[in-house]
C-alpha cells in the first residue's frame, strides 16, 4: 500500500512520512514537492490516500484536486494547512478533499485517516 504526502515544505514532508512510518512500517511513502509532481505520480501508481497540501506555489492543493476529481479520481484526499479558518475548510471539503488536518498535524490524526482509508479500501 502507498501513501502520497504533497507538499512544497520538505521538511513537512519528512515529519509526515517519518510519522507514518512509526505506525505503518510496511508501507511506501511516495513524497511530491508540488501539485505537479503529485500528479505525475498519481499517473504511475495507485495510492490508497493522499495527504495533500493546501497551499502550494503555483498549482494550489485545492486546484488540484478539483482537477484529479474532474479526471474521475476516488483516491481519498485529506488537506494539510495551517488555516484553520471555516471558508479554507469549505473550500476544501467544495474542492472534493475527504477531509482537512490542520497544521502541526500530529501523528494520531495522520494515522486515524491511514487506517480508515486502508479498512475502505479492504471493504
Do not use: W
Not at 84 to 90: A, E, K, M
Amino acid at each position: 500500500r502507498s501513501v502520497l504526502v504533497v507538499d512544497d515544505q520538505p521538511v513537512n514532508r519528512i515529519v509526515a512520512k517519518q510519522l507514518l512510518l512509526i505506525d505503518f512500517p510496511n508501507i511506501r511513502v511516495v513524497e511530491a514537492a508540488d501539485a505537479e509532481h503529485a500528479q505525475a505520480a498519481m499517473a504511475t501508481e495507485a495510492f490508497s490516500l493522499v495527504f495533500m497540501d493546501v497551499f502550494m506555489p503555483g498549482v494550489s492543493g485545492i486546484e488540484a484536486t478539483q482537477d484529479l476529481r474532474q479526471k474521475g479520481c476516488d483516491v481519498v484526499i485529506v488537506g494539510l494547512t495551517a488555516d484553520v479558518s471555516p471558508q479554507v475548510l469549505d473550500r476544501c471539503l467544495a474542492a472534493g478533499m475527504n477531509a482537512v488536518l490542520t497544521k502541526p498535524y500530529n501523528r494520531a490524526d495522520l494515522a486515524q485517516h491511514v487506517r480508515a482509508s486502508f479498512a475502505a479500501k479492504s471493504a
